[in-house]
C-alpha cells in the first residue's frame, strides 16, 4: 500500500456508462471497421476485432479509447517524425483514472484445461470492467471503484474467452450476460496492435507508481509512440508494441508537489535504466523463458519523459528515443 492518500477518493466521474457511447459506436460501426459482433451462449456480446475478423487501426483507436473509458484522445499522427511514418498520440485529463483505474491490464483472468475441457486460457482483462469487480489491490489503493449495470472489458486474446471465465466476469462485476461486451483484439492484429501502443501513458503512470510517486499529483499527461506493422509471429508481434513503448514512446506528466519530486520522477521513469536497455523486447523475452516474470519491471516504462510541475511552472527531461534501433529491428529498406 502507498503511503500517499487515495488518489481518486474524491472521484465522482463514472467509467462504464461514460464510455457507453463510445462501446456503441464500435458495434454500429462494425463493418466500417472491420470488426465482427456476436452473442455467445450466455448473450454476452463479443465484438471481434482481429481473430476471424479482420479488423483495423481504426478499430484499435476506438479500443483505445474504450480501454480509457472515454476519459483519454487516441489518433494517429503521420509525417514521418524522426524516420517513422505513423505515430500514436494520446492524452487525458484525467490520467489516472483512465490510465490505472480503467486502461491498465491487471485482472487475471484464467483457466484450466479441465475447467475449459479442452486448451487452457489466460488473459489480462483491461478497460472499466476491471473497476467493476475491483478485483486488485490498486483500487483500495486508489480509494475508488464503478458502479453501473453495464460492462465493458478489453482481452488481448487470440480466441474468444471459455464459459467459466465468462461467468466469472458476470459473477465479478454483478452483471447480467446481456449487460456485458467483451472486446477481443489480438496482438498479431492492426487493431490490437494499435490498441496495445496506445497504453504508452498507461506504462509511465504505472511506472510513476512503482516509483511511488504520488498519484493524486499527476494532474494531466499525454504521449506519443511509433506503430508498428503487425506480424503473423505471437512473440514477435508483442515484442514490436513494447519495443514501439520502450525505444520510441514519450510522455508529458503535469504534476503537481515538490520540485524535488518531479525533478526524481524524470530523472528515475525513463526505461533506459534497465540493464536489458538495447536489446528486442522480444529476445528478451525468449531469454526470460517466456516469463514476463523474470524481466526487470524498470524496463517497462517510455523511452523519454518530461515532467512539468504546474505549481512552480518547471519542467525538467529525462531519457531519449532510439530510433536508430527501432529502424533496425523494423525496417528493411526497399
Given at each position: 500500500m502507498s503511503d500517499h492518500p487515495p488518489a481518486l477518493a474524491a472521484c465522482r466521474l463514472a467509467l462504464n456508462d461514460h464510455v457507453a457511447p463510445w462501446v456503441e459506436r464500435l458495434c454500429a460501426d462494425a463493418d466500417a471497421l472491420?470488426?465482427?459482433?456476436?452473442?455467445?451462449?450466455?448473450?454476452?456480446?463479443?465484438?471481434?476485432?482481429?481473430?476471424?475478423?479482420p479488423g483495423s487501426i481504426a478499430a484499435g483507436l476506438l479500443v483505445a479509447e474504450i480501454c480509457l473509458g472515454g476519459y483519454g484522445r487516441v489518433s494517429l499522427r503521420g509525417g514521418a517524425a524522426d524516420g517513422w511514418p505513423t505515430w500514436i498520440e494520446v492524452a487525458s485529463s484525467a490520467p489516472v483514472l483512465a490510465c490505472l483505474a480503467s486502461q491498465y491490464a491487471g485482472w487475471s483472468l484464467a483457466a484450466s484445461k479441465e475447467e475449459t475441457g479442452g486448451k487452457k486460457f489466460f488473459s489480462l482483462g483491461s478497460g472499466p470492467g476491471r473497476a467493476l469487480a475491483a478485483k486488485e489491490a490498486?483500487?483500495?489503493?486508489?480509494?475508488?471503484?464503478?458502479?453501473?449495470?453495464?460492462?465493458v472489458l478489453v482481452l488481448e486474446v487470440d480466441r474468444a474467452p471459455p464459459p467459466v471465465v465468462v461467468d466469472k466476469i458476470l459473477r465479478d462485476c454483478a452483471l447480467q450476460p446481456e449487460q456485458l461486451t467483451l472486446?477481443?483484439?489480438?496482438?498479431?492484429?492492426?487493431?490490437?496492435?494499435?490498441?496495445?501502443?496506445?497504453?504508452?501513458?498507461?506504462?509511465?503512470?504505472?511506472?510513476?507508481h512503482e516509483l511511488g510517486f504520488a498519484l493524486a499529483?499527476?494532474?494531466?499527461?499525454?504521449?506519443?509512440?511509433?506503430?508498428?506493422?503487425?506480424?503473423?509471429?505471437?512473440?514477435?508481434?508483442?515484442?514490436?508494441?513494447?519495443?514501439?513503448?520502450?525505444?520510441?514512446?514519450?510522455?508529458?506528466?503535469?504534476v503537481r508537489g515538490s520540485d524535488e519530486a518531479a525533478r526524481d520522477l524524470a530523472r528515475r521513469l525513463p526505461s533506459r535504466h534497465a540493464p536489458d536497455y538495447g536489446r528486442s523486447?522480444?529476445?528478451?523475452?525468449?531469454?526470460?523463458?517466456?516469463?514476463?516474470?523474470?524481466?526487470?519491471?524498470?524496463?517497462?516504462?517510455?523511452?523519454?519523459?518530461?515532467?512539468?510541475?504546474?505549481?512552480?511552472?518547471?519542467?525538467?527531461?529525462?531519457?531519449?528515443?532510439?530510433?536508430?534501433?527501432?529502424?533496425?529491428?523494423?525496417?528493411?529498406?526497399?
Open positions: 472491420r470488426v465482427a459482433v456476436a452473442r455467445d451462449e450466455r448473450g454476452a456480446r463479443v465484438v471481434d476485432c482481429g481473430i476471424a475478423a490498486l483500487y483500495a489503493e486508489l480509494g475508488w471503484r464503478d458502479r453501473a449495470a453495464r460492462g472486446v477481443l483484439t489480438p496482438t498479431c492484429s492492426a487493431a490490437g496492435t494499435t490498441q496495445v501502443v496506445a497504453r504508452v501513458l498507461e506504462v509511465a503512470l504505472h511506472k510513476a499529483d499527476i494532474v494531466d499527461g499525454s504521449a506519443c509512440a511509433p506503430l508498428p506493422v503487425p506480424t503473423p509471429d505471437g512473440v514477435e508481434a508483442m515484442g514490436r508494441t513494447n519495443d514501439a513503448i520502450l525505444y520510441g514512446g514519450r510522455v508529458h506528466l503535469s523486447f522480444a529476445a528478451i523475452f525468449r531469454a526470460a523463458g517466456f516469463d514476463f516474470y523474470k524481466i526487470d519491471p524498470a524496463l517497462f516504462a517510455p523511452a523519454e519523459v518530461w515532467v512539468s510541475n504546474v505549481a512552480t511552472g518547471r519542467s525538467w527531461h529525462g531519457g531519449a528515443v532510439d530510433m536508430a534501433l527501432l529502424r533496425q529491428l523494423w525496417l528493411e529498406e526497399a
